[in-house]
């Protein structure tokens, strides 16, 4: 188990990223370093002393399995890891269970093509509504089961820290909201037991030989021969394609700025993020663009002055978005959105405008948009 992520810490240079949602990101810790990722990293550098680390963490709060699998090339592959976490069943909770299947098989499968060598983990969490409606029942959240069959599938290791989490709690005589107080996000002691449930899992996985890890995935006869004669099954759509154009670009592979009327050029981070966006607060503002492939999609930044924008596939009917929620009162931050799947694919235009009205609490009409999602 993890025999790749042993060979890196033996040649004394190994390289881990974490790819997930808030959960990843640290999201109701007091500082980043009291998140399970950043607790994980310590305990990493400290176990293996001579060994130099590069630890990587890509979560982005309220984002789920679809925009890891878009972001996946810039946040992830381009550092060439050695260990993957991927962290998203929260986050996937409440999506159609294809849908949820086909992202993280991309996930997995674009990994494994760009760095064959990549030991990857999921993890999976639970909140107090996963529990309430699935745990509580005697049920598996949705979300959970998907991400497991996935890692079935594809022999890769799990850590289900909801069901342990939960079952700590209660042999602890503790409330839920003790250590969840938002019901989501752990404070700083609820991600020291997240941390502790995953460095005992690590423990384990470090110290089994690859024998012993081949007898720990639950389907091996599955995976097994998948894995070594035909990594990729046939899949509905050409996952390897997804991928961020960043929105100050007017041409890029598949894609094509061809108007921009009222948008302004902003070269500066996004929420901390996206290195340069786009914007306008102007009704009528528009853009037109071209793109090849079978989906579209959007990055862009939901605030307390956001605005709606109207947008048209191929000269079809509008279909009117909001980039304002009501998160967006308390917080700045950026998130993903689709304006269209399942195309034919080909060449399509998109046609975007913003529009003069805004949801009521809204205190604008800003659309500021970081990248474009091309699938």
């Known amino acids: 188990m993890l025999e790749h992520i042993k060979q890196a810490i033996s040649d004394k240079q190994a390289c881990v990223v974490w790819l997930g949602g808030s ?73 159609a269970p294809e849908k949820i299947r086909e992202d993280m098989e991309g996930i997995v499968e674009n990994t494994l093509e760009a760095k064959p060598d990549t030991d990857i983990i999921l993890v999976l969490n639970t909140t107090v509504k996963m529990a309430e409606e699935n745990y509580d029942r005697g049920a598996v959240p949705e979300s959970v089961r998907i991400h497991q069959e996935t890692a079935d599938r594809y022999c890769l290791p799990v850590i289900r820290v909801g069901e342990q989490f939960l079952e700590l709690v209660r042999n602890q005589g503790w409330k839920r909201t003790d250590l969840l107080p938002d019901q ?22 470090l110290s089994e030989d690859a024998d ?18 035909s990594r990729f099954p046939e899949r509905k759509r050409g996952l390897r394609n997804a991928r961020l154009v960043n929105a100050l670009k007017t041409e890029a592979e598949g894609f094509r700025l061809l108007v921009s009327e009222g948008f302004r050029e902003e070269r500066i981070a996004l929420c901390g993020r996206e290195k340069g966006y786009i ?51 308390s917080r700045e931050r950026i998130n993903h959105k689709m304006l269209t799947e399942e195309l034919p694919e080909g060449m399509h235009t998109v046609r975007i405008e913003v529009e003069e009205t805004h949801d009521a609490e809204s205190s604008g009409t800003f659309i500021r948009i970081g990248d474009w999602l091309i699938g």
Not at 58 to 80: A, C, K, M, P
């Open 23 to 95: 959960l990843t990101e640290g999201g109701g810790a007091s500082a980043p370093c009291f998140c399970w990722q950043a607790l994980l990293s310590e305990w990493m550098k400290e176990k293996y002393p001579s060994c130099s680390f590069t630890c990587l963490n890509r979560g982005i709060g309220g984002t789920n399995s679809e925009f890891g699998l878009y972001r996946l090339h810039r946040d992830v592959l381009q550092n060439r890891p050695d260990l993957l976490f991927v962290e998203f069943a929260v986050n996937d909770y409440g999506r």
């Open 184 to 205: 989501v996000h752990p404070n700083d002691r609820g991600y020291r037991v997240y941390f502790e449930i995953i460095r005992k899992a690590m423990e384990s996985f």
């Open 212 to 229: 012993d890890g081949r007898k720990r995935i639950q389907n091996p006869g599955k995976t097994s021969d998948m894995l070594n004669e």
């Open 279 to 329: 914007s306008s607060n102007v009704p009528g503002s528009r853009l037109e663009l071209s793109f090849f492939g079978s989906s579209f999609g959007l990055v862009w930044m939901i605030a307390s002055d956001s605005g709606r924008i109207s947008c048209s596939i191929d000269g079809g009917e509008k279909h009117c978005l909001s980039s304002w929620d009501s998160y967006a009162k």
